[in-house]
């Protein structure tokens, strides 16, 4: 993979940043993103804000070798940290981490959101989490995807600030608002391959001499959820 050859994960994440955005990569090794984004004319402006000094290097080494080096600033940074007010920063990505760790990052510096219009963020676990996160800080979920890449699934969350409230049930936040109404292929293999692994903790289960009462109830629940879900 480089700047011109992105994975389909990162392709999927690059399509929700829209014309002009000024952006900020956080956790952005090699600059991969905030680099195709520019070399495609999509981005005015990118951060590229790296925690770790390797992965910074690798993302200076690939913006020099792009010549991006007018457009991309990369920089040694935890988290937010990375973003300063002249900037002018508004949209952010956040690809590839899990979602403890993005609610952290966002959670530390909640001031650098101010000017920011647009989250576009990917989570490799804990999406829930990262819903819940939007909802309680009025970022309203205006689309998602969802992707197979290398064997993994993903799930990218694009959410803008509202003034109003933002409520979402607890299908919603576990599911996806939209990738539940859409069911693409992805997601419907994602939750039936889901479904198969509890059914077959059920039948172990059932093999078992000592059951797990609350366990097994809770898988249940969790199967006959997923179930009505996928109808
Ligand atoms: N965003 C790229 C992608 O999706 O392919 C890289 C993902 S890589 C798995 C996660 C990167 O996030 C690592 O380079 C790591 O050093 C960086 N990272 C982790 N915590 C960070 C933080 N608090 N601030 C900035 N970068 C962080």
Redesign the pocket.
């Known amino acids: 993979m480089d700047a011109r050859h992105l994975?389909d994960?990162?392709i999927k994440?690059a399509k929700f940043v829209l014309k002009d955005a000024r952006l900020a990569?956080?956790?952005?090794?090699?600059a991969?993103?905030p680099a195709y984004l520019a070399i495609n004319k999509i981005i005015s402006y990118a951060v590229a804000?790296?925690?770790?000094k390797g992965?910074y290097e690798n993302a200076v080494t690939e913006i020099n070798t792009e010549r991006l080096d007018h457009m991309i600033m990369p920089r040694l940074?935890?988290?937010l940290k990375?973003i300063k007010m002249d900037d002018n920063i508004d949209t952010i990505?956040?690809?590839?981490?899990g979602g403890p760790?993005i609610r952290d990052?966002f959670n530390a510096d909640l001031e650098k959101l101010a000017g920011v219009r647009r989250l576009i963020i990917?989570p490799n676990v804990g999406q829930e989490l990262i819903r819940e996160w939007l909802m309680n800080h009025s970022y309203q979920i205006i689309d998602e995807d969802i992707v197979e890449d290398d064997h993994h699934v993903y799930e990218i969350i694009v959410a803008e600030k509202v003034s109003n409230k933002v409520g979402y049930s607890s299908l919603d936040l576990k599911y996806g608002p939209n990738l539940r109404i859409e069911q693409n292929e992805v997601f419907k293999s994602k939750w039936q391959h889901q479904m198969a692994k509890k059914r077959e903790v059920l039948k172990h289960f059932a093999a078992a001499n000592e059951v797990p009462i609350d366990k097994k109830k809770v898988l249940e629940i969790d199967i006959k959820e997923i179930e009505e879900m996928l109808k």
């Open positions: 994975s994960r990162l994440v990569d956080i956790g952005s090794d090699h991969y993103l804000g790296e925690v770790a992965p940074a935890n988290g990375a990505t956040i690809a590839g981490m760790l990052i990917q």
